[in-house]
């Protein structure tokens, strides 16, 4: 399962917890031989004009307007993450809910910073909003601050201690809910698919209701989940009516082991199924 997949439709930039720039991204991808890519930024889209300039200059590349939107698990079990493809996403109304949205991060990071102080590991909110630079802000860019103190070797352990779902100086933040995210992406002309499914609580009571949500696809292809995983989860799509889609989740971060652009995502005919439900 690790053969280089020409499709990938999951990857960050240093516009959210991306490691790498948009253009920077899209050379890398472009180098790796990859025919289709999607970037796919928490919250953001503020690195899409960036890579579709670079793109302009790759003509074996085609780049898909992509974001990965956090919303309200529907059975209140957390988060979960939507990703959207295809989206018209210079609509200014779209704009402003992804700015409220990135509003909202920054007071919960803000919060969390504060927590980490009384749990007497306190790092400073200047450097996390340096580290995160013009990122949509995200538990990756404390965990970076505290790894830069000295606390943790890695930005790993800072969530397995800390900022992990329910961790010591986690802080949970209003979302959408799954049905209104799913909403959202289709305002803009997008097509909605549930992020990594594993990681979603519950997730065999959830699938079952995607379709009626209006979710098109659900991560099948993902690079972190294993051959029998995704045998499982592909005949769970197919149950329940949802595109096996998927991708690398890339974010340069630079670990060992770490999954690169192309190292999973879905085959061409479903690619161009999830492509014909845009239009
Ligand atoms: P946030 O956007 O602030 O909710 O942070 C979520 C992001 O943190 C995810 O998109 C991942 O990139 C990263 N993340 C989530 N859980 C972990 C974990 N256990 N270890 C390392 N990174 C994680
Ligand atoms: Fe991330
Ligand atoms: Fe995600
Ligand atoms: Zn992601």
Known sequence: MNAASPIDLHMHTTRSDGRLTPSELVRL?????????????HDSTEGLDEAFAEAARHPGLHLVPGIEISAD??????DLHVLGYFLDYHDAAFQTQLRAFRDGRLDRAKLMVEKLGELGVPVEWERVKEIAADASVGRPH???AMVERGYIGNTREAFDGYLQDGGKAHISRPHLSLG???????????????AHPLYA???????PRLAGLGVAGMEVHYAEFNPVQRIGLARL?????LLPCGGSDYHALGLPGENLPGSAGPPAEVFHKLE???R
């Open 29 to 41: 991808v472009a180098a790796q031989g990859i025919g289709i890519a999607a970037i796919t930024d």
């Open 73 to 78: 698990h529907p059975l209140d079990q957390g």
């Open 142 to 144: 404390i965990a970076q």
């Open 180 to 194: 209104e995210s799913v909403k959202l992406i289709k305002s803009v002309g997008g097509v909605a698919v549930l």
């Open 201 to 207: 609580k519950e997730y065999q009571e959830l699938l």
């Open 237 to 241: 799509a197919d149950r329940h009516g």
């Open 276 to 278: 014909d439900l845009a």
